[in-house]
């Protein structure tokens, strides 16, 4: 997984998270909502000195929850689960 | 038909800056708040709201002094950063000035909740159309960690260091509970920032309080429950549990106030007249004349001329009105006029009095001490001005309810029974008129015509002009039959 | 140019109205509440704003928000209310942001009295708030002047980014006199810099924190040199019967027009007597008067105070002349006869009176 997100990517397709480990604080709180626990805490430092968060690589079901945890901006953008477009559903 | 998959990709708000230009050092993409303030979060909710309604380009966002003091680091859109306390004061005013513009007041705990209490209850009772975010933290972050007014009860910070002691600081303040108490707000909530549910429960409320502003639907306020890790000593994770623990049992969660529904939208304001159609409306009601010459005193006796002129008596006699009258004689006849009041505790406890100087020159002095005429209405009067009249000056005194003789002999002394007249002419409120008229008589100064132009053009009530031309000229007749 | 007969107060709205002034925001003091009466009126009937505020210091801050959003923007208070103001004040200047500001001076300190007084000269022309800067400080004696200064002020304070102030006394707002209203200002400046909730605007910031001591000294020295340009360009003042004056009085507000009563008196009696009247407190004239000090023998200094503007007159001066002082205070008007009095004794030659 590539440690700086482009969003943008149209090669990604969720459901995934992406950590940028150069924005993290390394405060914990999306290691702590997250509810199927595939983040943790990285044994290196980033640029400013705190330990970042990472995914652990498998098991992200694109829920968001860590995104609204997460105190700053740029660390955590999440992909969610690819959903059918609306017009589809009602048609459907 | 192709199916392209709808990709939603939760990501850094274009409400918020990419790069923090504004905020100082080399680090232009983390935030200046510490690690796990809850700060960070609601910027994010507040961010991506914006993003969503789309009025990223007419929020107008007020920073208040306190950790988010930085608010404009980060919000990408019209910024003010206010005084402590008052940014509810500024969103006020410029939510006023630009009526479409969407304002959000950001605020801290000691912000509103204390220095800045007065300014957030009254602009919740106006019920202006603006969104408080209300971020509760139960300590001053940026200070230092002091007590704050909604600090818990034997919570420990700098200023409180054995915990504090409610019998001497008073008991938290609940400033929802307080604010749902006014008429205006229409939605008040309390949500905290701690797990998943709490945080999605706050999103919504951000997004309701929002878009109520859009929907111009009035005053929205959301009191968020936040953690301040470092104030407290904490790391993140027990910063969080504390809050739930402790905070939340103080600060109940839920909606205080919620009348979104049946509120109807608040009219469209008004837009401002052209420039150009200002005077009309400015000046509506106000007689303007044409200066058509200079001044001249014509015939009238040396000793009448420049008069500086003090009308005095009881409120309710006119008195202001016929210096005021009198002022609109000579103006219109192209003298340089002053008319000053005596004004505040003077003017009150039933005393009145005026000056009015009239010359061909510009009056300097509009304060008279040394008056030349003295009009007295009343007793009174007549005790206090009699003795400052110059010598060789002009007592005009109302002879019905003053019941003393003048004692001064080196001026004129006038009397004029201006009530008693005035009762016979069917209101003894017209006192003044008569005054005025014979004074005029008396001195030569301005004719009979002279003061029904004037009073043409001052009196608004026309029903009230017959009996006011009237009494001018029972003035002057008094005047000429007792001569 | 038709002519009205108005209260000076009313004729500070209606000039403020006419410099394209749409928004009050004020708190009721006495003597300068008919400036708000007057506002409540008239405001709403040409579409401007109109706002009792919840406190002195929230009606500042509204006048923040206010003109931060573009407007031109007018409060108005008396002594009391002007100290509560003063936060706001310095933010404003922090800030860069024009408004207009009347103080209608009352007796002080404290409570005092609602009588006409000058004894915030310090608090209006030395600053008052926190930190370094100045108000523009003008000062009316007639209600032609209340209208056409504020007018003047407006322009100023826009010109020049910064807060004007009026600075008269109850006599001056209570005082009705013939008034020449000029045509209305039908072109506003364009105001870029202001946070106005559009497209245009949405990059700036109404600001006055600068944590980086060079970066806000830096701030200060540009706004300093803003001063200088405003010392150069802008002192107004008036004089009477100067060019041969032994004795040159100096007053402003209602007070010059009791100086002028008192100096034609002795004029009168041939004393070479003259008066010097500051329209513009700051920019004080200086200038004016430090060439006058080479032409004339003494100064007197009459004021509504303790002796405040006598301070600045006496730096201007430079020593060149003695300055004498004449004040009453407190609330209490001299009277042209005390005044003349005061000239008498401070004539440089000789016994009189």
Not at chain 2, 372 to 391: C, H, K, Q, T
Not at chain 3, 50 to 58: D, N, P, T, V
Request: contains cysteine; aromatic residues 8%.
């Amino acid at each position: 997984m590539s440690s700086t997100p482009d969003t943008k990517d149209p090669v990604i397709v969720g459901p995934d998270v992406i950590i940028d480990p150069e924005m993290c604080k390394g405060c914990n709180l999306c290691t702590y909502v997250c509810p199927t626990g595939v983040l943790l805490i990285s044994e290196s430092l980033n640029h400013l000195g705190f330990h970042p968060a990472e995914y652990t690589g498998e098991g992200c079901t694109g829920c968001g929850v860590c995104f609204y945890a997460c105190p700053e901006p740029g660390a955590i953008t999440v992909y969610k689960p690819p959903r059918k477009p609306k017009k589809q559903k009602e048609e459907v | 038909m192709n199916t392209v998959n709808e990709q939603v990709v939760l990501k850094w708000p274009e409400s918020l800056y990419s790069e923090f230009e504004r905020k100082p050092g080399e680090e232009k993409r983390a935030t200046h708040y510490c690690p796990g303030c809850s700060h960070g979060v609601i910027h994010k909710l507040i961010a991506e709201a914006m993003d969503d309604f789309g009025i990223r380009d007419r929020t107008i966002f007020v920073s208040p002094v306190g950790c988010s003091v930085f608010g404009y680091y980060y919000f990408d859109c019209g910024n003010f950063q206010a005084a402590h306390g008052r940014a509810p004061a500024v969103a006020t005013g410029a939510k006023r000035s630009r009526p479409d513009s969407i304002v959000i007041s950001y605020q801290g705990d000691g912000d509103l909740a204390a220095i800045g209490t007065n300014n957030i209850l009254h602009a919740a009772n106006r019920g202006e159309n603006i969104t408080v975010f209300f971020v509760n933290n139960a300590i001053y972050g940026m200070t230092g960690g002091q007590m704050a007014p909604t600090t818990l009860e034997g919570q420990k910070t700098s200023t409180s260091p054995t915990g504090r002691d409610t019998s001497l600081t008073g008991k938290p303040l609940h400033m929802s509970e307080l604010l749902a108490t006014l008429d205006a707000p229409v939605y008040i909530e309390r949500v905290a920032i701690t797990d998943a549910k709490h945080i999605l429960a706050a999103r919504k409320a951000v997004r309701k309080a929002l878009q109520t502003q859009i929907d111009r639907k009035g005053f929205t306020f959301v009191e968020i429950l936040s953690t301040c890790p470092v104030g407290w000593k904490m790391d993140p994770q027990e910063a969080k549990g504390w809050l739930e623990e402790n905070m939340m049992k103080v600060f109940p969660l839920g909606v205080f106030k919620d009348q979104v529904k049946e509120t109807e939208p608040l009219p469209v304001p008004v837009t401002p007249i052209p420039a150009e159609e200002v005077p009309e409306i400015l000046f509506k009601g106000m007689s303007a004349f044409e200066r058509t010459g200079e001044p001249d005193w014509g015939d009238v006796p040396e000793r009448y001329r420049e008069p500086k002129i003090k009308v005095a008596g009881f409120g309710g006699q006119g008195i202001l009105f016929l210096g005021a009258l009198l002022s609109n004689v000579a103006l219109r006849k192209n003298f340089h006029v002053t008319w000053l009041p005596a004004y505040g505790p003077e003017s009150r406890g039933g005393t009145a009095n005026c000056n009015v100087v009239i010359s061909t020159r510009p009056v300097a002095a509009p304060l008279i001490t040394e008056p030349e005429v003295v009009m007295a209405f009343n007793g009174p009067s007549m005790d206090r001005f009699e003795p400052l009249v110059e010598p060789g000056g002009v007592l005009m005194y109302n002879s019905s309810l003053v019941s003393q003789e003048p004692v001064r002999d080196d001026i004129e002394n006038v009397a004029v029974p201006a009530t008693g007249l005035a009762v016979e002419l069917g209101d003894g409120k017209v006192a003044n008129l008569i005054m005025l008229g014979a004074y005029l008589s008396h001195t030569g100064m301005f004719t009979e015509e002279d003061v029904n132009e004037a009073l043409n053009a001052v009196i608004k009530y026309k029903e009230m002009l017959e009996l006011d031309r009237k009494a001018v000229a029972r003035g002057f007749q008094y005047i000429r039959e007792s001569q | 140019m038709p002519v009205r007969f108005v209260k000076g107060n009313e004729a500070i709205l209606q000039g403020a109205i006419l410099a394209g002034c749409r928004a009050f925001y004020g708190y009721p003091i006495t003597p300068s509440s008919e400036i708000a009466e007057s506002a409540a009126r008239l405001m709403p009937a040409i579409g401007g704003v109109f706002l009792q505020s919840e406190s002195e210091i929230g009606a500042i801050q509204m006048v923040y928000g206010a003109s931060g959003a573009g407007l031109r923007v007018l409060t108005a208070s008396s002594s009391p209310g002007i100290s509560l103001k003063l936060e706001g004040i310095s933010y404003l200047v922090g800030s860069r942001i024009p408004a207009v500001i009347v103080n209608i001076m009352r007796g002080g300190p404290g409570l005092g009295n609602i009588a006409p007084a000058q004894g915030d000269y310090f608090q209006m022309v030395k600053g008052g708030g926190h930190g370094d800067y100045r108000l523009i400080a003008l000062a009316p004696n007639s209600p032609q002047e209340m209208c056409d200064l504020t007018m003047l002020a407006f322009d100023l304070a826009d010109k020049y980014m910064n807060p004007a102030a009026i600075m008269a006394d109850g006599f001056t707002g209570q005082m009705m006199e013939a008034v020449e209203f000029p045509d209305p200002v039908t072109d506003l400046p364009n105001k870029p810099w202001s946070v106005q909730g559009n497209a245009e605007t949405a990059g700036n910031l109404i600001n006055s924190i600068y944590l980086d001591p060079e970066e806000l000294e830096d701030r200060v020295r540009k706004l300093f040199e803003v001063y200088a340009v405003i010392e150069k360009e802008e002192v107004r003042s008036e004089e009477f019967y100067t060019d041969d004056a032994e004795l040159i009085t100096v007053g402003y507000g209602i007070v010059s027009r009791l100086l002028l009563s008192a100096v034609e008196i002795a004029r009168a009696d041939g004393l070479k007597v003259g008066l010097i009247r500051p329209i513009t407190l700051w920019p004080f004239p200086s200038v004016r008067l430090g060439e006058l000090a080479r032409g004339t023998k003494k100064f007197l200094v009459s004021e509504m105070s303790t002796g405040q503007m006598v301070e600045d007159v006496r730096l201007a001066v430079n020593g060149r002349v003695p300055v004498d002082f004449y004040g009453r205070w407190g609330g209490v008007v001299p009277s042209v006869e005390e005044l003349r009095k005061a000239i008498y004794e401070a004539y440089p030659e000789g016994e009189t009176s």
